[in-house]
């Protein structure tokens, strides 16, 4: 029987372009395009923010509808999502899905509404909420006194109390500004004093709040038994190949994202510290991949983040020179030795190296056997599920690395992210790989083109990588590449594309105002 040989494309990588600092220029935020109908709303900035941090999600027909009303239980989820160092209790059988953010708020002595009527919850209540989780329970006047003061709001028609507007529906894009105020303003939630008195009088709403379903949340779930991980050839987290979703989720909660991946399983992205990102691959139910570029893991040889590329090659040898699927041979290309991929105990482990740091482990990947040979092509499928969990991943990476590194993290700007998707698939539609467009345009005559104001940018590209992961450590063990992604930049936007001679391109753009 025949067996045909491919040859995995070598990195494809230029120098990152870099347009050096000019006269600063006031901030500005470009709004999210991600949904339809948030674009021009004034809340964009906002809504972005929520999504990237796993606070709330869009709808099914790609709209967010930013101005529908809140609900408190929603209100509830949303501000306990945004601060997951604060542990849920587990869900009993059969409970509403928003108990155990009730049981946090009873816990935490939050002055909530009574059952029947939690979906009149306006703006006074949420100010009662805000007060009450960092100096007790309060008066409404003095409650919306004190967001004022601390600028966790700015008032509805004005900067005072009636100007507030404590009687108006609270909106979903007003319900995500007041938790980033929180974020941003680095404030944690505090219990509030158990009250001595009645519960303070909010005015209700002039017309009667519509009853809004309710959006269901991954529950908690049971404790997962103790096990032992020691033999696990990767243990990330606490997690390791073959364990159970349900497991996982005891473990780690749930993910603040779920991505496509070039293999099939879903991608579980755990994002919300960037110092121990992880993404943790389920696909029928049971963990099938790990990945991360974190100290957050744990080998059953003695290799960690940080260990030499000597002792790796000590304790497993040479790395695979091909992995055979069917009756076709995938040939390896390590680069630089950039990765090693070695097959161990069922599964394909890489690690990663950064050559800029004496070749040292900076992340590792391993995939079940039966899903890696189930890729029978270094290049999957292309499909918006799967550009998008790519850019968002390149984002991630960028930041987890720059946190690792003692950087400030990056802000996603979803209008740059346009100018980088344009630019990877412009290079995909006439097969070239170039940062000057051939039209002669340069990546910051794209920026302009799409009204951005720049007092410094930068661009990088990569092709024929098979994912984001390794597109990403190609970057950091590029120079011009590790200097963009590791500048003293703002606002990061990424880009992906499928076809032409390379068959995936990424585009970062990096810039300031």
């Known amino acids: 029987m025949k067996t045909w040989i491919q040859y995995l494309l070598p990195v494809a990588l230029t120098t990152a372009l870099l347009l050096t600092p000019i006269a600063s220029l006031p901030l500005s935020y470009a709004a999210s395009v991600t949904f339809s109908d948030t674009s021009r709303h004034w809340g964009a900035a906002a809504i972005d923010w929520a999504i990237q941090n796993g606070v709330v999600d869009g709808y099914a027909d790609g709209t ?53 009527n939690r979906d009149s919850f306006n703006r006074g209540h949420v100010a009662l909420i805000i007060a009450a989780t960092q100096k007790g329970t309060v008066s409404l006047t003095d409650a919306i006194t004190y967001l004022l003061d601390q600028g966790l709001s700015s008032g509805k028609t004005a900067a005072t109390v009636e100007g507030y507007k404590a009687a108006d529906k609270l909106s979903r894009a007003e319900s995500v500004q007041f938790i980033r105020n929180l974020k941003q303003k680095q404030f944690q939630l ?28 991954q529950p908690a779930l049971p404790t997962a038994s103790t096990d032992s991980s020691s033999t696990a050839v990767v243990t990330l987290k606490g997690v390791k190949l073959g364990d159970s979703l349900e497991a996982t989720l005891a473990k780690l909660g749930a993910p603040a994202r779920q991505d496509a991946s070039e293999y099939g399983f879903t991608w579980y992205v755990y994002n919300q510290d960037y110092s121990s990102y992880a993404q943790i691959g389920i696909g029928e139910g049971k963990v099938v991949a790990l990945y ?55 599964a394909y482990v890489t690690f990663f190296y950064d050559l800029f740091l004496g070749n040292v482990v900076t992340g590792v990947q391993a995939v079940t056997k039966p899903y890696e040979l189930a890729l029978d092509s270094f290049y999957p499928d292309a499909s918006a599920a799967l550009i998008a969990s790519y850019e968002r991943e390149a984002f991630d990476l960028a930041n987890a690395h720059r946190t690792k590194l003692s950087k400030a993290i990056l802000t996603w700007d979803a209008t740059i992210s346009g100018t980088a998707r344009k630019h990877s698939q412009d290079m995909a539609a006439q097969n070239y790989f170039a940062h000057e467009s ?76």
Do not use: C
Not at 64 to 92: C, G, I, N, S
Not at 197 to 203: L, M, R, T
């Open 190 to 217: 505090q219990p509030a004093a158990a009250p001595s008195g009645p519960s303070p009088n909010v005015p209700a709403p002039a017309v009667p709040a519509p009853t809004l379903p309710t959006v269901p949340v």
């Open 64 to 116: 967010f509808q930013p101005d529908r009303q809140v609900t408190e239980p929603e209100f509830l989820a949303m501000l306990l999502r945004a601060y997951p160092e604060v542990k849920l209790p587990a869900a009993t059988t059969g409970s509403a899905w928003y108990k155990p953010y009730y049981d946090i708020a009873a816990a935490q002595n939050w002055p909530v509404l009574p059952a029947n």
């Open 438 to 513: 051939p039209d002669g345009k340069s990546p910051f005559d794209r920026m302009r083109d799409d009204g951005l104001k720049l007092s410094s940018a930068s661009e990088n590209i990569a092709a024929g990588q098979t994912s984001a992961i390794f597109a990403h450590h190609g970057w950091m063990n590029s120079e011009g590449h590790r200097i963009a992604l590791l500048s003293d930049i703002k606002y990061l936007g990424v880009g992906v594309a499928f076809g032409g001679k390379m068959s995936i391109y990424y585009t970062e753009n990096f810039y300031t105002p």
């Open 292 to 346: 991360t570029p974190s100290a957050n893991w744990q080998n059953n040889k003695g290799i960690a983040d940080g260990s030499a590329q000597a002792q790796v090659t000590s304790q497993y040898g040479a790395p695979l020179e091909s992995i055979k699927k069917g009756n076709t041979r995938f040939i390896m290309n390590y680069g630089k030795n950039e990765y090693a991929t070695y097959e161990i105990d069922g």
